[in-house]
């Protein structure tokens, strides 16, 4: 079963704009981590935040975490067509190796 | 090579057949894993290897999965007896310790 769960389930901007996607998770975590899935394709480490971190940015990418209340957003920034893609978040379920994954977010961006 | 390698890319399966997936990580990786994803879904865990030992199968659906890497290295991911609900891609990923983890294309499977 999945604990993740992202929000929205999909998304669709025009580009140049910026997007915002949500991951909810239940359990203790070491780390969470997004990827990125293009259609028919292998999954795409983007960024891994531990959980002694707020925020972490890397190119147009931004993340926060809120350990409090389980929650994580990815920003991407300036979005551009080739980043349409599903993004999903992942966690290592209490320490342990596995990666739990929620159900992902189908973002689009409109040329 | 430079990823991780998975075959074939697709397969297709009469109900009943047994099937074996192949995965080459990267050199060096210790860690292993498999995930099944359905359509439209994200990856499900299926089990979990450091080298060669497998130290986590708790996601494999039914005995009809198996998964071995008997030299730390290459991972072969057998399905005995398909069934129509096994139709999934197949994913593979390694890493090093604490770190991300870089995924195969994928192994489509259709059982017919």
């Given at each position: 079963?999945?604990?993740?769960?992202?929000?929205?389930?999909?998304?669709?901007?025009?580009?140049?704009?910026?997007?915002?996607?949500?991951?909810?998770?239940?359990?203790?975590?070491?780390n969470l981590q997004w990827y990125?899935?293009?259609?028919?394709?292998?999954l795409v480490h983007l960024i891994l935040i531990?959980?002694?971190?707020?925020?972490?940015?890397?190119?147009?990418?931004?993340?926060?975490?809120?350990?409090?209340?389980?929650?994580?957003?990815?920003?991407?920034?300036?979005?551009?067509?080739?980043?349409?893609?599903?993004?999903?978040?992942a966690?290592d379920?209490?320490?342990?190796?596995?990666l739990?994954?929620?159900?992902?977010?189908?973002?689009?961006?409109?040329? | 090579?430079?990823?991780?390698?998975?075959?074939?890319?697709?397969?297709?399966?009469?109900?009943?057949?047994?099937?074996?997936?192949?995965?080459?990580?990267?050199?060096?990786?210790?860690?292993?894993?498999?995930?099944?994803?359905?359509?439209?879904?994200?990856?499900?865990?299926?089990?979990?290897?450091?080298?060669?030992?497998?130290?986590?199968?708790?996601?494999?659906?039914?005995?009809?999965?198996?998964?071995?890497?008997?030299?730390?290295?290459?991972?072969?991911?057998?399905?005995?007896?398909?069934?129509?609900?096994?139709?999934?891609?197949?994913?593979?990923a390694s890493s090093l310790?604490r770190a991300g983890a870089f995924f195969?294309?994928?192994?489509?499977?259709?059982?017919?």
């Open positions: 079963s999945q604990q993740g769960e992202e929000d929205p389930q999909a998304l669709s901007i025009q580009e140049g704009e910026n997007a915002t996607m949500n991951c909810s998770y239940k359990t203790s975590i070491n990125r899935q293009n259609s028919g394709r292998g531990r959980s002694n971190e707020r925020e972490k940015h890397s190119g147009r990418l931004r993340v926060t975490l809120d350990t409090s209340k389980k929650s994580s957003s990815l920003l991407i920034t300036a979005s551009r067509a080739a980043d349409t893609a599903s993004y999903f978040c966690t379920d209490k320490g342990a190796q596995k739990v994954f929620g159900q992902g977010t189908r973002l689009t961006i409109n040329p | 090579g430079a990823g991780v390698s998975q075959s074939p890319r697709y397969k297709v399966a009469k109900r009943g057949q047994d099937v074996a997936l192949r995965c080459d990580p990267i050199s060096g990786h210790v860690s292993l894993f498999w995930y099944q994803q359905a359509l439209g879904q994200g990856p499900e865990f299926l089990t979990y290897f450091q080298n060669e030992a497998q130290l986590d199968k708790s996601g494999l659906p039914s005995d009809r999965f198996f998964a071995e890497r008997p030299e730390g290295s290459v991972s072969t991911l057998k399905i005995q007896r398909t069934q129509q609900e096994d139709s999934a891609v197949y994913l593979c310790p195969g294309q994928g192994t489509r499977l259709t059982v017919v």
